[in-house]
């Protein structure tokens, strides 16, 4: 069997939906001719038995900045300094711009770099003791493609750079400076690589426009059926609509949702008794006072976080998942890692925000939910779901099974293999770049 060194700073028992890919490719790849060894930082917990894990230190870099300004390494800026938080969505006051740009620049190009020279430690003792026949790393955070471009030249073994968010293409994130600062340094670091993966077609194509000379390829996220067994499991006894994630300071808005639901109630069209409405994850300072500005503080329960096996198992009972996308309406190729955790809990999926794209796409494809447009529709939907429920109990899920097959993590690890197998026999070219 082959061996690929994947190199994934998020991989479990760490609970960040970026964990999840690595996850599964490190279990699904030896069915396809591939045994990984995963190289990633030490998490408290126990990691799973499906191959190698090789473990690092990491040093956080913004803690050594504060305790060398004589501050405390673990406590908020703002917090220390007596700053103000905002309160309002997607909004920042000028104390908290300011803290971001000094953080940004005190850690460039990632605020994980701290672990890159116990990483290259580490590639050291794999290189004396493993052989490497391929190398995946996957992103963000972009440091683990700068430790893989360090490996593809200790190992002589070809690369895969695997980008789940675009590097300085990224729309919904940074701004104009930021991706002038970041362009430079990621063409460097991704020039040396064999090809280049991402979520979408049209994330893929903005890579090839800006490597023409490279092999990109589509590879969408996925879900592992086995995180979804046994089944059944009972459905919440009230109408309820379940989000899991974050929110990243309002990019991802749920106002629209608050406004109709107001409406609805406000028009005896919905029962308040028969709602709730649970999200699950960080909370933001401006959240509950957007509920207050509704009037939902009962109806809307904001949970904070809880482990991945809580998460799955509250979005399982759930009438309906709610999926925000980016709120940037350029933004057409975000496939969120939720989402496709919202497949495998085959429950209906109520997706708003952003334009259409390929979250809408997948959601027709699959028949698995419907991503709101307008107001009217995302009005319509829930009247109409809302409607099946006050007549059988639950929201009746419609999902396209056959479609659903192919996104589950083993159809994910075997394109995966495809790409490995064309980049270590030489074969892998322009053309046959497509969309594996």
């Known amino acids: 069997m082959k061996r690929v060194l994947l190199i994934a700073y998020a991989y479990p028992p760490c609970a960040e939906i970026g964990a999840v890919r690595p996850a599964g490719l490190a279990k699904y790849l030896p069915r396809f001719g591939w045994q990984a060894t995963v190289l990633t930082v030490k998490q408290p917990g126990l990691r799973p038995t499906w191959s190698p894990v090789v473990e690092t230190r990491e040093q956080d870099s913004l803690q050594t900045w504060k305790i060398r300004f004589g501050l405390d390494g673990k406590r908020g800026l703002h917090e220390q300094l007596g700053l103000p938080v905002t309160k309002k969505r997607d909004s920042q006051l000028i104390h908290t711009r300011l803290l971001f740009a000094v953080r940004y620049l005190l850690t460039f190009p990632d605020s994980t770099k701290g672990w890159i020279p116990f990483a290259m430690k580490e590639l050291e003792r794999i290189q004396a003791s493993t052989r490497v026949d391929a190398i995946v790393t996957t992103s963000p955070p972009i440091s683990a493609h700068l430790i893989g471009r360090k490996a593809k030249q200790m190992f002589n073994a070809p690369w895969i750079a695997d980008l789940r968010d675009l590097w300085s293409q990224n729309l919904a994130q940074g701004n104009d400076l930021v991706r002038l600062l970041e362009r430079p ?73 608050f406004e109709v639901i107001q409406e609805l109630i406000r028009e005896d069209r919905v029962s308040g008794e028969a709602i709730r409405i649970r999200f699950y994850g960080s909370i933001e300072p401006w959240l509950p006072a957007l509920l207050r500005t509704f009037g939902l503080e009962d109806i809307v329960e904001l949970a904070g976080t809880v482990s991945r096996e809580e998460a799955l198992r509250r979005q399982r009972e759930s009438q309906i998942l709610l999926a925000l996308c980016w709120t940037d309406l350029r933004e057409t190729g975000q496939h969120t890692g939720k989402v496709f ?10 997706a708003i925000g952003g334009s259409r794209g390929v979250v809408t796409e997948l959601l027709g494809r699959t028949r698995t939910g419907v991503h709101a447009q307008s107001k009217e ?60």
């Open 185 to 257: 340094v990621e063409r460097r670091t991704l020039r040396d690589a064999d090809a280049l993966v991402s979520v979408s077609e049209p994330w893929a194509a903005r890579l090839q426009e800006c490597y023409p000379d490279k092999s990109v390829f589509t590879i969408t996220n996925g879900f592992d059926a086995d995180d979804f067994r046994p089944r059944p499991q009972a459905l919440t006894p009230k109408f309820t609509i379940t989000y899991t994630g974050r929110l990243y300071q309002g990019k991802r808005d749920p106002t629209p949702l």
């Open 341 to 350: 955790e919202y497949l495998g809990a085959k429950r209906p999926i109520l």
């Open 377 to 436: 529709e995302l009005k319509n939907t829930l009247l109409g779901w809302y409607d099946e429920y006050r007549q059988t109990g639950l929201v009746l899920y419609r999902g396209e099974e056959r479609e659903l097959d192919l996104y589950t993590h083993e159809q994910m690890a075997s394109r995966f293999a495809e790409v490995l197998d064309g980049v270590s026999a030489g074969r892998v070219s322009h053309a046959a770049a497509a969309h594996v």
